[in-house]
């Protein structure tokens, strides 16, 4: 990781300005790019409203928000940086030209990775004379808050390219994991689209609220979740014998539960109810104020899974 020291950041919308801001707070100069009419001023807005909680969360040496600099022009803004994050929108057309015109102006040794929620690397590099360079690292929103970074790469990525990316996000305190097969939506998203599913649905259907469900999840299977994952919650739950006790025993019924699970469309009737049912569960607080007292939690549970060797 010694070589990277410069990042640039391509695409500096939500998820671009956490990755920005991230980058930063772990000591690195970022130069910045995003073609938007004021693209700029929104970036430095962001960095510093994330500053406050990467402050409580702890600073690298060197970590300033000043070490950020910013282009409208690519050429420009790509010069001189050892690792792209790309943040640019989720179009694969957009997303071909952009690596086409990245893999021309930067060495074929500085990678590029894209946080693209669910197009493939292998179509994305087929636009680039270096394929081998191009890689996903996808993040989970808020990137510079929540570690879990989804590393993929596509058909004709290197071995090397992998293993260096992979390298990187843990040497910088992400929490990478290796995606093994190319699949839309990658493996969190997966997870999520499958549970919002089936929360639809339950909506849709009438058999809970909007705010019945959050509750469900926020103060049910949320809370073990936010420690460990399904595999090892399921595995404590079967007692000594584990989780094959759990399957064996709960198997025949969850598998009659999955046969049940709706198929919901996301109708202009169904986001209506979602949308007035959300209005409903804030019950009047301001839907902008949940996002810093949710960070601020989240900073703390953060920080206690860091200061634990008790967890996997």
């Known amino acids: 990781m010694d070589e990277i020291r410069c ?13 920005a801001a991230y980058f930063l707070a772990r000591g690195f100069d970022v130069s910045a790019t995003d073609p938007m009419p004021g693209a700029e001023a929104k970036l430095r807005e962001a960095v510093r409203a994330h500053w406050p909680i990467l402050t409580r969360m702890g ?3 060197g970590a300033l928000p000043e070490r950020l600099r910013f282009s409208s022009s690519l050429a420009e803004a790509l010069q001189g940086v050892h690792f792209v994050q790309e943040s640019g929108p989720e179009r694969e057309d957009l997303k071909l030209a952009l690596f086409r015109e990245m893999d021309v102006l930067l060495p074929p040794d500085v990678i590029l990775a894209s946080s693209s929620s669910g197009l493939l690397m292998s179509k994305v590099q087929g636009a680039c004379t270096h394929p081998e360079r191009v890689v996903l690292g996808h993040p989970f929103n808020p990137p510079h808050m929540i570690p879990l ?7 004709l990525t290197s071995p090397e390219t992998v293993e260096r990316t992979m390298a990187f996000y843990a040497a910088i305190g992400k929490r990478p994991i290796l995606v093994r097969k190319e699949v839309p939506g990658h493996i969190a998203n997966r997870l999520q689209a499958a549970l919002w599913r089936e929360a639809f649905h339950l909506v849709e259907q009438g058999v809970a609220t909007v705010a019945d469900v959050d509750t469900a999840i926020a103060y049910g299977p949320g809370l073990r979740w936010a420690l460990m994952g399904p595999f090892l919650n399921m595995h404590l739950g079967g007692g000594e014998g584990g989780i094959r006790h759990m399957l064996d025993h709960l198997g025949a019924p969850i598998e009659s539960w999955w046969d049940d699970l709706g198929t919901p469309r996301i109708t202009e009737e ?12 804030l019950e009047g607080r301001d839907g902008a104020a949940l996002a810093p007292a949710r960070d601020a939690l989240l900073a703390g549970l953060i920080d206690a899974k860091k200061n634990t060797d008790k967890l996997p």
């Open 270 to 281: 169904l986001k209506q109810q979602l949308t007035e049912g959300v209005a409903a569960a």
């Open 149 to 155: 970074v989804e590393v993929l790469g596509g058909a």
């Open 59 to 61: 600073l690298a040496a």
């Open 7 to 19: 990042i640039g950041v391509v695409g500096t919308g939500t998820i671009g300005a956490s990755w």
